[in-house]
């Protein structure tokens, strides 16, 4: 096995011994480990969200949103996941680039797409579970690495299929049936109550982020020249820049309606982006244009000999980046889109 995961065995190894430490802790002190810690902060949430409403566990409630302590765990379980993942790639002489994005592009898409369906309640319990956060992220990645072990089998034995492509390809195919209810939805076949269509949210959303993009792109590939302008032309850096403009103008948009659209109220789960929109509404989308801006300076300007020496790692991150602003974006702009 080893040889297999190579260096890897050792942070999986800790991963286990993390899980092994809370199955003792819920055996020998329930009500603090699971009551008052896994409930609270974790499983009721995901309950909650599958239900629909506020449950309760032995007195204590749990809704279907993110607190401090859980978005804390969440993230440093995110990062543990993505190191892992970059030493098994690594292991695997696996160059993560554009074109490795391309192939993960549409099982994130799948992510989006499946949440949303679980909003409409197209899924029923207790197969709902598994399209809610954080367990759609355990299956989506549980999928993506089934594929990307096909690709690898099938690239030893027939080399002219790459994993990347395998991945793309059998991805997008993946994702067909689901496109193809959303789009019943949007004809009238709906399987429950919706607030009505809104496709020209959807619209205006992604012409505001086309719009955007383009300017970059444009202004990018005119001082080619300039270091300091240049990587706002990589495709990776765009991806990050519209998956996160299209969370956050979707969010200040639905929940605020500042064009007077006439749109049902909506509200935000994240305690940080509720903050910033609580100071100002279009505080959020600024701020978070600004810091994925702030992010590619650090790390394709005033780090970039350390960027292209641990390339494999720093673009694995933005993967990650991307992830959290385009999964949640698509979801939230397809759920106002159906009235969901």
């Not at 890897?8 to 009551?35: K, N, T």
């Not at 969200?49 to 949103?65: F, N, Q, R």
């Not at 099982?107 to 954080?134: C, H, M, Q």
Request: hydrophobic share 55%; no cysteine; proline share 5%.
């Amino acid at each position: 096995m080893r040889n297999i995961f190579g260096d890897s065995i050792i942070y999986i190894a800790i991963l286990l011994a993390v899980l092994a430490s809370f199955i003792l802790g819920y055996i020998f002190f329930p009500s603090l480990f699971y009551d008052q810690f896994i409930w609270k902060y974790f499983w009721g949430p995901i309950v909650s969200d599958v239900k629909g409403y506020t449950v309760y566990y032995h007195g204590i409630p749990a809704a279907d949103k993110y607190t401090i302590v859980s978005e804390t765990v969440y993230g440093i379980i995110a990062i543990t996941v993505l190191f892992i993942l970059y030493k098994l790639l690594s292991r695997w002489n696996i160059a993560v680039n554009w074109r490795f994005f391309s192939g993960v592009l549409p099982f994130i898409f799948i992510g989006a797409v499946t949440r949303v369906l679980e909003d409409s309640n197209f899924f029923k319990e207790p197969y709902g579970y598994w399209f809610v956060a954080p367990i759609i992220y355990i299956n989506i990645l549980l999928w993506a690495l089934i594929f990307f072990l096909l690709g690898f089998y099938l690239h030893q034995h027939f080399p002219k299929i790459t994993i990347d492509r395998f991945m793309g390809v059998s991805g997008w195919i993946l994702s067909i049936p689901f496109i193809w209810f959303i789009i019943q939805w949007m004809l009238g076949y709906k399987w429950s109550i919706s607030l009505g269509s809104r496709v020209d949210v959807l619209i205006l959303v992604l012409t505001i982020v086309s719009f955007v993009l383009i300017i970059i792109f444009v202004i990018s590939k005119r001082f080619e020249d300039n270091d300091f302008i240049k990587p706002f032309a990589e495709p990776i850096n765009l991806s990050m820049i519209g998956g996160h403009l299209i969370d956050g103008l979707t969010s200040y948009i639905s929940i605020y309606d500042p064009l007077n659209l006439g749109l049902p109220s909506y509200s935000e789960l994240h305690p940080a982006s509720n903050l910033l929109m609580n100071i100002w509404p279009p505080l959020f989308p600024i701020v978070k244009f600004i810091l994925i801006i702030s992010i590619i300076l650090l790390l394709d300007v005033l780090y970039r000999e350390e960027t292209y020496r641990y390339r494999n790692l720093i673009n694995l991150l933005k993967i990650g980046i991307f992830i959290l602003g385009f999964a949640p974006g698509i979801r939230d702009v397809l759920r106002v889109t159906m009235g969901v």
